[in-house]
C-alpha cells in the first residue's frame, strides 16, 4: 500500500529556506502513474497547491510562488523534497505531501491527490 | 486570476441530501477541468472521494457522487450522516499545468 510521511524542521527564521522531505513506501517513486505534490493549508485556511513533480524531474509550480518553490525526486531514495526560500510569517503553514495520481492512458490533467501524508506544522518564527 | 469558487458553508439535516458546488470565477466547469473532491476533518489530512468528475475513490461509501451539473462541479451526498461533518474542497485543472483548489466548504449535519 503506497504511503507517504513527511519530515523535516518544524520551526524556520523568516527570510530563510524551508526544506522538507516526503518519504514514499509501498511503491517506487519511478511509477508513470505517480505524479507527487506538496500541498500547504495555513491554520484555519484552505488548501494551497504548491507544485507537483514527476519521478523525470518535470515540475508544474503554483505561478503565485513559482519564484520560491522548487521540487525535486530522488529516486535511489525514493523521496522527493520541497525547498521553500526566503519564508514569511505567511508561509506557517501545515505541509502535505501526496501522490497526485494519474491513471495510465487518461489525459493530462486528469491527476488526482492520493494518498496524502499525515501532514507536518512548519511554523515561521524568529 | 481565475477563481475556483465553493460555498463558504452549508447545512443539511442527517439522512436529507445536499450538493456541494465548485465553480470558477470566470467561465463554466465541464469535464476536461477533471474535478475532483476532498473531504477533511479537524486535525486530520484530506481524503479523497472522488476524482475524474464522477469517480470514487477506493473506500468511499456509495452516498458520496460527482457530477457535472449545469455550469459548475457537484458533490452530491444522498442520506448525509452524522460522520460527513466535514470541510470539502474541489480541485479544478485548469491548464498548462496548473491545478486549483477551490476555498473549501464546511458541511454542517444537523
Known amino acids: 500500500q503506497l504511503q507517504l510521511q513527511e519530515s523535516g524542521p518544524g520551526l524556520v527564521k523568516p527570510s530563510e529556506t524551508l526544506s522538507l522531505t516526503c518519504t514514499v513506501t509501498g511503491d517506487s517513486i519511478s511509477s508513470d502513474s505517480n505524479f507527487w505534490a506538496w500541498i500547504r493549508q495555513p491554520p484555519g485556511k484552505g488548501l494551497e497547491l504548491l507544485g507537483t513533480?514527476?519521478?523525470?524531474?518535470?515540475?508544474y509550480y503554483n505561478p503565485s510562488l513559482k519564484s520560491r518553490v522548487t521540487l525535486s525526486v530522488d529516486t535511489s531514495k525514493n523521496h522527493f523534497s520541497l525547498w521553500l526560500s526566503y519564508v514569511t510569517a505567511a508561509d506557517t503553514a501545515v505541509y502535505y505531501c501526496?501522490?497526485?495520481?494519474?491513471?495510465?492512458?487518461?489525459?493530462?490533467?486528469?491527476?488526482?491527490?492520493?494518498?496524502w501524508g499525515q501532514g507536518t506544522l512548519v511554523t515561521v518564527s524568529s | 486570476q481565475t477563481v475556483v469558487t465553493q460555498e463558504p458553508s452549508f447545512s443539511v439535516s442527517p439522512g436529507g441530501t445536499v450538493t456541494l458546488t465548485c465553480g470558477l470565477s470566470?467561465?463554466?466547469?465541464?469535464?476536461?477541468?477533471?474535478p475532483s473532491w476532498y473531504q477533511q476533518t479537524p486535525g486530520q489530512a484530506p481524503r479523497t472521494l472522488i476524482y475524474s468528475t464522477n469517480t470514487r475513490s477506493s473506500g468511499v461509501p456509495d452516498r458520496f457522487s460527482g457530477s457535472i451539473l449545469g455550469n459548475k462541479a457537484a458533490l452530491i451526498i444522498t442520506g448525509a450522516q452524522a460522520e460527513d461533518e466535514s470541510d470539502y474542497y474541489c480541485?479544478?485543472?485548469?491548464?498548462?499545468?496548473?491545478?486549483?483548489f477551490g476555498g473549501g466548504t464546511k458541511l454542517t449535519v444537523l
Open positions: 470566470s467561465g463554466s466547469v465541464s469535464t476536461p477541468h477533471y
Open positions: 513533480i514527476f519521478h523525470t524531474g518535470v515540475t
Open positions: 480541485v479544478l485543472y485548469l491548464g498548462s499545468g496548473i491545478w486549483m
Open positions: 501526496a501522490g497526485h495520481q494519474r491513471a495510465v492512458g487518461r489525459a493530462a490533467g486528469d491527476n488526482w491527490f492520493d494518498p
